[in-house]
């Protein structure tokens, strides 16, 4: 399986899913004109991508994933996919894979952060939350 | 009665476009305004929920809107202690109380609950087809810590205007 990689627009973020390190990131500012068309096809391809590895069950526990977030806004559009992500991932986190999910902000009052524990929250998942200096 | 500035004044159909000019329109006269970053955000965040709440609303009803509608207006205005961002758009009648009663839940709910009620929504949105979690209101809610002012005046028998005022604190 092919790396996904998505330039970011001054609406639109990066997204960078790295298959060979087990990396997935998302960057910069998330209110695409159109959430669903953005979307559908990240997470078309990390579907695809999990049910494969779901595949091999016995060798789920080995893997590792790191999920990076460094956002600098969400549109409330676009939690709802940026969940849907996350629930792929907790798929095989549930399957005994590692996945550490690290959740860049700027400041505590910053409400990219407050974004963050929302997601958490949701997806009840721990998220690792670093301050951007 | 309280005196206010006008800091930002958009008339007209918004597109995307139209809401990164806005921001960064905004961006620029916040320097003069000395206002924290914290603040400058929450603004933005309403400003960005408002205005693509508008556009993609008045984008599926654009075809049936009379010729001789009212033309949205966004506006920003700065109050001695607060923001007050206003967002005037038509609204098919039909939908008018569908709004009222999101509205009202919201404006009903405790502060202490709306991110309980925001939780819900969004674990509601992930398994449902619609395009929006519609949870853009009860986020204007909880980041402002306000009740959210609306009404609506009749155009014609088939649409009204939907006037939206939302209020950011200083502090």
């Not at chain 2, 609950?113 to 979690?133: A, G, T």
Request: net charge neutral; aromatic share 10%.
């Amino acid at each position: 399986m092919e790396d996904l990689y998505i330039e970011p627009t001054e609406i639109s973020p990066k997204v960078k899913f790295d298959i060979k390190s087990k990396r997935f990131e998302l960057s910069g500012i998330s209110r695409p004109e159109d959430v669903v068309a953005f979307y559908d096809s990240v997470i078309f391809k990390i579907d695809s991508y999990i049910n494969q590895v779901l595949k091999n069950e016995s060798t789920i526990k080995n893997l590792s994933f790191d999920l990076v977030f460094d956002l600098n806004y969400i549109n409330s559009a676009s939690s709802k996919y940026i969940l849907q992500i996350l629930d792929l991932f907790k798929k095989i986190l549930l399957k005994g894979a590692k996945v550490k999910c690290t959740w860049y902000y700027e400041d505590i009052d910053d409400q990219i952060f407050e974004d963050g524990e929302d997601l958490s929250d949701v997806i009840k998942m721990e998220f690792d939350f670093v301050e951007r200096k | 009665m309280s005196s206010s500035t006008n800091i930002i004044e958009f008339k007209g159909f918004v597109s995307h476009n139209d809401i990164t000019r806005l921001i960064n329109e905004f961006a620029k006269s916040a320097e003069n305004l000395n206002i924290t970053n914290s603040l400058f955000k929450k603004i933005v965040v309403v400003l960005i929920e408002v205005l693509e709440n508008s556009f993609h609303y008045t984008n599926s009803i654009k075809k049936e809107l009379p010729e001789n509608i009212d033309i949205p207006i966004f506006s920003i205005l700065k109050m001695k202690n607060s923001f007050k961002l206003i967002s005037i758009n038509p609204i098919k009648k039909e939908h008018v109380n569908l709004l009222s009663q999101r509205i009202s839940e919201i404006n009903n709910c405790e502060k202490i609950f709306l991110k309980e009620l925001y939780l819900k929504k969004l674990i509601e949105s992930m398994n449902n087809d619609k395009i929006s979690p519609g949870v853009g209101l009860i986020r204007l809610a909880k980041i402002t810590q306000n009740k959210i002012k609306c009404s609506f005046n009749q155009f014609d028998n088939k649409f009204l205007n939907y006037r939206l005022e939302i209020l950011v604190n200083c502090k």
